[in-house]
């Protein structure tokens, strides 16, 4: 190590030699790895290995060099960790893996039906022996994706709506607990790591304090402060904030360009840790419902011991073959469950009983409270649900309740206390419980309750300003209209300056009239306007899902779009004709009836035709292709076709094409390194077509 550094040395002249700036060159790569070293050993071992005067020393040294030598400034360096300009706003980045939710269980049994369902989903007898688990604390704070490539980090993103999310990539550069480049352990392609920032509590305390002293607000809880900290469009303030990042997974890793190809999530979190990412100590892998439970009530002694707030455990399958076996259900997969803490209770006082209507038209009860502190919180709404649970909790304005809150899940009103119930002379309830009303108060369209269902809702749809903001954004996301550029930003703008009421209102905006909104410049108005323009001509299929019927997602939507052909032939069926339809039950269309039913949402429909929309009508001879109603599994690679393609040419020929092999696949198409997926198959008795059957298949 050089003891002396001239810090005040003038700048280099143009015509200094090629060995200085090698000798310069070899330097700061010297400085790279000595504070990347001595910045691990702080932020992730909490092991200091140099005072902190010795660690600006370096770090002011290699400032000045690269200030001397600016062509040796790399992303990767240790000063580019400060932040940058602010941004305007954070761009949108779609996960390649989805980033999923988990289910979550509170009583000792459903941790033991957890394990019985994994027992039962692999196939084991009671004779064989318990499965492995990966158990892990479940940190209380903000789901963030890192992308690397050739070990390098590019990108990073919030967890989102688990499909998109927000590029953060500026200011997770300010983390220091993240690696801004890998060792030669890492895989040398695309390369995800996922894991939680957060903010441990002596941290969050001091940060408080540091507030208080220059007279801001206080942070509710460390939560809080992390979330708002990571979506600063200004990383130089992200930049002071003590944020932390600890790994616990991967995704979308390529064995192809790993040395290391791991085999169980515990190996996982050992690899992470050689890598140099922060994983969480008090990690076990454990065997049975038993030791699920067991390491549950070590955790919850534990749980105030440690540096930082947990709301549970999750339990993870530990093997990873059998983790793809076992596959997923809806949003959330089979083999991962949190085993959550008791809820926190304490009682308030119900001043007022509103009425919310949600995104999707959910018509929501919402108790208005004395403000109370709820796990470091100060709540002053609470979720009723629904009217239903209003009348079976006997709820009513002034009574006095108990309020739950469990980690980040939304306080909720669990039950009254009837013997401090407001009563008048007679000793009766000033105050009847609470009906549902029948007209919606955003936009005076019905409110409907569905056969079956306790939630009600709100017929408006398309029209009805409460749910205006998040049919515009699911009309133009890329699955649907794909109108590049209006974001949730953008939406809250046009719908805020009252431009826009129905998404047929977007082919007639102007260029004057975004340029008049904030933060729009000409040209982005302009792109803005010609994306716009592209979206007139779509697949029937995207259309209906653009239309956010409930229920619908994209494949219902494909599949609807191949059986009626039209437009006007789905709006003109009635319940009996929809449910011809492959996968389509009642309650689905139900959904769909209702929605053609009501009249503003076919005047939307006449607008946007008015407007220049047009919509690929699908011909009969394509819904009765050679695949017509056969369901497909596609696993492996193809020598010729890629998975997309494979799947448009099943999809173009009537088949549809599923995530996960059962008894009612048609066949299974496999291809090199096919998985557990041709082994269900196998096991099934089901048709196992490669390549080239597929294609005699598609040409029959």
């Known amino acids: 190590m050089q003891d002396a550094f001239d810090f005040n040395a003038p700048p280099p002249n143009p015509a200094t030699d090629a060995g200085e700036l090698t000798a310069a060159a070899g330097r700061v790569q010297e400085l790279h790895g000595l504070l990347d070293r001595y910045s691990h050993a702080y932020y992730v071992c909490d092991a200091p290995e140099v005072p902190d005067a010795e660690y600006d020393r370096l770090y002011r040294e290699l400032e000045v060099l690269e200030s001397q030598y600016p062509q040796l400034v790399t992303p990767v360096s240790p000063t580019q960790r400060v932040g940058s300009p602010p941004l305007s706003a954070f761009d949108q980045v779609t996960h390649r893996v989805p980033m999923l939710s988990i289910n979550n269980a509170f009583l000792d049994g459903e941790v033991e039906a957890f394990d019985q369902r994994c027992r039962d989903g692999l196939g084991l007898s009671g004779e064989d022996p318990p499965i492995d688990y990966a158990c892990e604390p479940k940190f209380d704070g903000l789901a963030i994706s890192l992308i690397y490539e050739n070990r390098r980090f590019i990108q990073g993103a919030t967890r989102g709506d688990g499909t998109t999310g927000e590029d953060v990539t500026l200011n997770l550069r300010t983390i220091r607990s993240i690696p801004l480049h890998l060792g030669e352990d890492a895989p040398d392609g695309r390369f995800e790591v996922r894991g939680e920032v957060l903010i441990r509590r002596a941290d969050f305390a001091r940060l408080n304090a540091a507030q208080e002293t220059a007279g801001e607000k206080l942070f509710a809880n460390p939560r809080n402060a992390a979330a708002g900290s990571l979506r600063q469009l200004d990383s130089g303030v992200t930049a002071t904030r003590p944020l932390t990042f600890f790994a616990y997974g991967i995704a979308g890793f390529d064995a192809a360009h790993s040395s290391f190809v791991p085999q169980t999530q515990s190996q996982i979190l050992d690899w992470l840790v050689r890598l140099g990412f922060r994983v969480a100590e008090t990690r076990e892998t454990v065997r049975g419902a038993s030791g699920l439970l067991t390491y549950y009530a070590a955790m919850a002694v534990r749980r105030t011991a440690l540096p930082y707030d947990i709301d549970g455990v999750v339990y993870k399958v530990n093997r990873l073959d059998f983790q793809e076996q076992l596959g997923f259900v809806a949003r959330a997969p089979r083999f991962v469950i949190a085993h959550k803490f008791p809820a926190e209770e304490v009682l308030s006082r119900v001043l007022a009983i509103d009425v919310q209507i949600g995104r999707t038209g959910a018509v929501t009860p919402v108790a208005r409270l004395e403000p109370v502190a709820v796990g470091g919180v100060v709540v002053t709404n609470a979720t009723l649900h629904n009217f239903i649970e209003i009348a079976r909790k006997d709820i009513r304005v002034?009574?006095?309740?108990?309020?739950?809150?469990?980690?980040?899940?939304?306080?909720?009103?669990?039950?009254?206390?009837?013997?401090?119930?407001?009563?008048?002379?007679?000793?009766?309830?000033?105050?009847?419980?609470?009906?549902?009303?029948?007209?919606?108060?955003?936009?005076?369209?019905?409110?409907?309750?569905?056969?079956?269902?306790?939630?009600?809702?709100?017929?408006?749809?398309?029209?009805?300003?409460?749910?205006?903001?998040?049919?515009?954004?699911?009309?133009?996301?890329?699955?649907?209209?794909?109108?590049?550029?209006?974001?949730?930003?953008?939406?809250?703008?046009?719908?805020?300056?009252?431009?826009?009421?129905?998404?047929?209102?977007?082919?007639?905006?102007?260029?004057?009239?975004?340029?008049?909104?904030?933060?729009?410049?000409?040209?982005?108005?302009?792109?803005?306007?010609?994306?716009?323009?592209?979206?007139?001509?779509?697949?029937l299929d995207r259309l209906i899902y653009a239309l956010g019927i409930r229920n619908v997602g994209e494949q219902t939507a494909k599949d609807l779009a191949r059986y009626f052909g039209t437009l006007e032939a789905l709006m003109a069926a009635d319940g009996l004709t929809l449910m011809q339809v492959p996968d389509v039950g009642p309650v689905v269309a139900d959904s769909i009836h209702a929605f053609f039913a009501e009249n503003h949402n076919r005047e939307v429909i006449a607008r946007l035709q008015a407007a220049g929309v047009r919509w690929e009508n699908i011909s009969v001879v394509s819904v009765q292709g050679p695949m017509a109603g056969k369901t497909v599994v596609l696993t492996g690679s193809l020598p010729t076709i890629s998975r997309d393609d494979a799947k448009a040419?099943?999809?173009?020929?009537?088949?549809?094409?599923?995530?996960?092999?059962?008894?009612?696949?048609?066949?299974?198409?496999?291809?090199?390194?096919?998985?557990t997926k041709l082994e269900k198959a196998l096991s099934l008795g089901i048709e196992v077509l490669d390549e080239a059957g597929l294609l005699q298949r598609l040409q029959s």
């Open 398 to 539: 002034g009574d006095t309740v108990i309020i739950r809150r469990a980690g980040d899940v939304i306080p909720e009103v669990v039950a009254s206390l009837p013997d401090r119930r407001l009563r008048d002379a007679m000793g009766q309830p000033v105050h009847a419980v609470m009906r549902c009303p029948q007209i919606c108060p955003e936009c005076g369209s019905h409110v409907e309750l569905p056969p079956g269902e306790a939630v009600a809702r709100c017929t408006g749809g398309l029209v009805c300003p409460a749910q205006r903001k998040q049919a515009l954004r699911h009309f133009a996301s890329r699955r649907a209209m794909d109108v590049e550029g209006l974001g949730e930003r953008v939406v809250d703008q046009l719908v805020d300056a009252g431009l826009v009421h129905s998404p047929a209102d977007l082919y007639a905006l102007t260029a004057e009239q975004l340029a008049g909104l904030d933060r729009f410049a000409e040209k982005s108005a302009d792109n803005l306007i010609a994306a716009i323009a592209r979206s007139r001509a779509a697949k």
């Open 649 to 675: 040419m099943i999809e173009a020929a009537g088949g549809k094409v599923s995530g996960s092999v059962s008894a009612r696949t048609d066949f299974v198409v496999a291809g090199e390194a096919a998985g």
